[in-house]
């Protein structure tokens, strides 16, 4: 007699089929963790008079936004999030902090000897100056977490580490298009930039240190250089200075992230610290 053994497989259900695709979970991913940003911040505009709305409404949204990839980890990618563990936070936001402002310094200090930028004098130094960092910190947060946590990491996780630094990457730089005065030099300097910091998380598979480097990049460029970011108007910070000359140097409009300089230093860097996190792969394999 011959006995016919049947094997029953069960087919994955459409819901769990749509949150395993990697563009669904880059979508609840960015959702979940910057949701809360705009949320907190209209709420707070709503029911706080302005002169009361100092740095704890970015605070508070950062505050979610940790919350919020968290809870995307756990939940959409059923793992725990190494990369936001608290042993080792402060030496490696230190070491952010430390890389970032020595590019931003960097990167004045050649356009200062080029003569592109001009040191006219320094402002006094004032509590006010600290007010800044809360944006800063919800900034870098929120970026990070979205273009290297999520972006970076579901891409990596279904395409290798190269074509994770290139999506996560260029549609960091091209996330900056629409700002005042970018340009295709400008886009260039995110986009480099966005490798940079998925070199630097590949190479510790930690987030502190990219936010680290995110945020005295851009409160470097605010606060300390009194300079444009992004496109977005500069405010009146530590230091006054000027930027002449071809806007080649200078980055116009954009800012000095619009700068020849900047792709330069941003791209020499991104390369070292490349080749260290490649090189980590392969004698760790």
């Known amino acids: 007699m011959e006995h016919t053994l049947r094997i029953a497989t069960t087919k994955p259900s459409l819901p769990s089929r749509l949150m395993a695709h990697p563009l669904i979970r880059i979508v609840l991913g960015i959702v979940l963790t910057f949701g809360a940003v705009p949320l907190t911040m209209i709420a707070a505009s709503k029911l706080v008079a302005k002169p009361y709305r100092v740095m704890w409404p970015q605070l508070l949204a950062a505050a979610l936004v940790w919350f919020g990839y968290r809870f995307y980890v756990r939940r959409i990618e059923k793992r725990q999030a190494l990369e936001l563990s608290t042993p080792g936070m402060a030496r490696e936001l230190g070491a952010g902090l430390l890389l970032g402002a020595v590019l931003v310094t960097g990167t004045f200090a050649i356009l200062a000897v080029l003569g592109a930028y001009r040191l006219d004098g320094i402002n006094p130094v004032s509590a ?27 891409a990596e996780r279904s395409l290798g580490s190269l074509p994770a630094i290139a999506i996560s ?13 970018a340009s295709v030099l400008g886009v260039s300097v995110i986009t480099a930039y966005g490798v940079l910091q998925a070199a630097l998380y590949m190479k510790t598979r930690r987030l502190w240190i990219c936010i680290g480097t995110h945020m005295a990049w851009n409160y470097g460029l605010d606060v300390v250089f009194s300079s444009t970011v992004s496109g977005h108007a500069a405010s009146s910070g530590l230091l006054r200075g000027t930027l002449a000359g071809d806007t080649l140097l200078t980055g116009g409009a954009f800012g000095v992230e619009g700068s020849l300089v900047t792709l330069l230093l941003i791209g020499a860097s991104a390369a070292y610290w490349l080749r260290r996190a490649f090189a980590q792969q392969r004698t760790s394999r």
């Open 128 to 154: 006010m100056m600290l007010v800044p960092l809360a944006e800063m910190a919800l900034v870098g947060m929120t970026e990070e977490m979205m273009f290297r946590g999520v972006i970076f990491g579901v």
């Open 169 to 181: 990457s260029l549609v960091f730089g091209l996330g900056h298009l629409p700002n005042e005065g």
